[in-house]
């Protein structure tokens, strides 16, 4: 068997670690980063071309499943391997780890969009931690509030004009985020409900502190696509493959 893993994510590498190798597997990254962790097996680097190039791609690699590994927010890429593997005729699974839920004592804003969680600052805080990735500052370019940016490689322009940029790459420790919004005067935190425990730090030292959290959520996973909730999770899903 062949299974191409769209990565970009612990869970993509973790996933291609359970099936190498035993089972053929080529996990495939955007290019996103400039030194990225690579997974086990085989691995490729750069967009597809679209849908169309993708099932182009996993007819021509004889890849026999996909499973779409990419971060909950990647919604693109997602949509691209649900018509591709539609189009070639291969089984796809997406694997999404849970989301973040709140507990008492979380002062929690849910927000449909980065545009939406822009809006929801004013009144909420005066200094940001942002921690929505180095794509889509754009959003909150016209913010009067004081933010850090914390992220893998230096976002671009347009940004708020009052901003500081730290680069760093998870996980995080909870004295390390407790020390982070102390020492920059936070008082409110701005992330994507990404889910996962290598980012999940910040939300108890948000709680301990009683900072409120503005809470991106996380667009649907494309219409029929069956899912898993982790790396085990879909490793079963390929061994039944392989044995049915
Ligand atoms: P996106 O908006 O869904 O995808 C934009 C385009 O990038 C896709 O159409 C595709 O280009 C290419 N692409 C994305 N993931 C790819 C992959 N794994 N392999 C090959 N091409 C890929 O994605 P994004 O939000 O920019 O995220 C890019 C990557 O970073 C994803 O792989 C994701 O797992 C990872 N990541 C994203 C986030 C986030 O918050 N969005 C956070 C952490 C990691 P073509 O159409 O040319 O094929």
């Known amino acids: 068997m062949h299974v191409l893993i769209l990565g970009g994510t612990t869970e993509a ?17 955007a290019g996103r980063v400039a030194s990225p962790r690579l997974p086990v097996g085989e691995v490729r680097i750069g967009g597809f071309g ?4 993708l099932a182009a791609w ?6 026999d499943a996909v499973i779409d590994a990419t971060h909950p927010f990647a919604e693109n890429i997602s949509f691209n391997a649900a018509r591709a593997a ?3 005729h291969v089984p796809l699974l997406a694997l999404r780890r849970p989301g973040w839920v709140p507990v008492e004592g979380d002062r929690w804003h849910s927000a449909a969009s980065l545009e939406e969680a822009a809006a929801l600052l004013d009144g909420l805080g005066e200094r940001v931690f942002l921690t929505t990735g180095r794509m889509g500052l754009a959003a909150f370019a016209d913010c009067p509030q004081w933010f850090l940016v914390r992220s893998v490689d230096a976002p671009e322009s347009p940004m708020p004009d009052r901003t500081e ?6 996980p995080f420790t909870l004295d390390g985020e407790r020390d982070l919004l102390h020492r920059y005067g936070i008082d409110v935190l701005v992330t ?4 996962g425990a290598a980012t999940a730090p910040k939300l108890r030292a948000a709680r301990e502190a009683g900072i409120p959290v503005v809470i991106v959520r996380r667009p649907p996973v ?5 899912t898993a909730a982790s790396p085990e999770g879909a490793a079963a899903w390929v061994h039944g493959l392989a044995e049915g």
């Open 13 to 29: 590498r973790a996933l291609a670690a359970l099936l190498h190798p035993e089972t053929r597997v080529t996990s495939s990254l």
């Open 50 to 53: 679209g849908a169309d190039g």
């Open 58 to 63: 996993v007819r021509e690699h004889h890849v």
């Open 86 to 88: 539609a189009t070639a």
């Open 165 to 170: 940029v730290l680069l760093d790459r998870g």
């Open 192 to 195: 994507k409900d990404s889910g």
């Open 222 to 226: 494309p219409e029929g696509v069956e």
